[in-house]
Each structure stands twice: as C-alpha cells, then as structure tokens.
C-alpha cells in the first residue's frame, strides 16, 4: 500500500507534547504494512525498540526488506499477526496504528490508484471501524502506566465518535496537511474499556 499517513509529523515532533522527550522505550506498531512507521519511529525516537504487527504475510515480506535497508534488524521486530495476538502480555509506552478504515460501501467509491492495492489494507467491516474497536478494547492492557494510543481512522472519525458518544477522543492537527488521527492516554482507555469492549 503507499504510505498517505501523517504520522511523519507526530514521529519527527517525539510525540510531543503528550509523552516526555526521551520517555519512550518501547513502541508497538500494529498493522505496520511496509514498515515506514515502525522505522520511522526506531529512526526518530532515540533508544526505543519497535514491534511491528502485520496479519498479511506478503506485506511483511516487504517490512522485511524495507528493515534491513534502513540497517534497524536490531531496533524494529517483526511479528505476524492479528493486533494484539502476537505479542501477548508485553506492554509498550507508546502503540500506534494506521488500521483499515474503509467501510464496505465506501470500497466501491475509492479513487481508481486505491483498487490496485490489497483490499485487506482498506477494509474494516460494515462501517470501517471494526479493526479499531478491538485496538480499542486491549490497549490499555498493553500500555504502561503513562503510555498513549495513536490511532489513524481517516474519514470514519465522525462514526468513532457517534459508536464512542461519552469518550474523549483528542483529533490531532497537522501542519502539513491530514487528518483523521485520535490519541487516547492509557488513563482514558482503561476507564473507557467496558465501552470498548462491549462492541469488540
């Protein structure tokens, strides 16, 4: 798939200012796809090491060359697998997510370069947040304490709000263009849990 995401500006801004330069050791890439995030973030953010999930195999054949081109064999893990299965009670101080997040009837309206990539990376069930429900449901349990969950949903944000009413979802800004990007602290996902967790 090619990278649209705007997480570069988060990654080369550390995070700031919701985690604490130099705070963050461990980070956990799910759905990482070609790796870029999950390089970027071993690149940028100075002594952390980096697990990045991907369910299809074909795509972590290419997160396999993508790594070892940019030298980071040692900084980022590779894992396959579905979200969270992978790596089972680990915790991170930092998970980021650029999930499917196309509805079903969306697919068929998709700009024509979009049908050229896998329909697994677009989409994400009747209304595009199925992926992001259960990233939802288990990231505080894979969070220490003061750790942040950053999510891309691009144009489903409206529907995550209307499913989640009562959740404090921060949507991120961006100067070079973007959107569509939420970040819950692990404080705010664990008392939102049931919530999550009921519709996972």
Request: charged share 25%; hydrophobic share 45%; aromatic share 8%.
């Amino acid at each position: 798939i090619v990278p649209r995401s705007p997480f570069a500006e988060l990654i080369l801004a550390g995070f700031e200012p919701w985690l604490r330069a130099g705070s963050v050791r461990r980070v956990l890439d799910i759905g990482t796809g070609s790796a870029c995030i999950a390089i970027a973030c071993a690149k940028y953010l100075e002594g952390a090491t980096v697990d990045a999930v991907e369910l299809s195999p074909v795509a972590l054949e290419v997160a396999r060359r993508n790594v070892a081109k940019h030298g980071m064999e040692g900084r980022v893990r590779l894992l396959q697998g579905d979200v969270f299965e992978p790596v089972d009670a680990l915790r991170y101080d930092l998970i980021v997510a650029n999930p499917p997040y196309v509805s079903d009837s969306e697919m068929g309206e998709l700009p024509a370069e979009y049908r050229h990539e896998p329909d697994l990376a677009l989409r994400s069930g009747v209304d595009g947040l199925e992926v992001t429900r259960r990233i939802l449901a288990g990231a505080a349990g894979h969070l220490e304490s003061g750790g942040a969950l950053f999510v891309e949903v691009g144009d489903s944000e409206q529907r995550l709000q209307q499913a989640f009413p009562t959740v404090p979802f921060l949507w991120l800004e961006f100067e070079r263009g973007g959107g569509g990007v939420f970040m819950l602290t692990r404080e705010d996902l664990a008392r939102h849990r049931h919530a999550f967790c009921s519709q996972a």
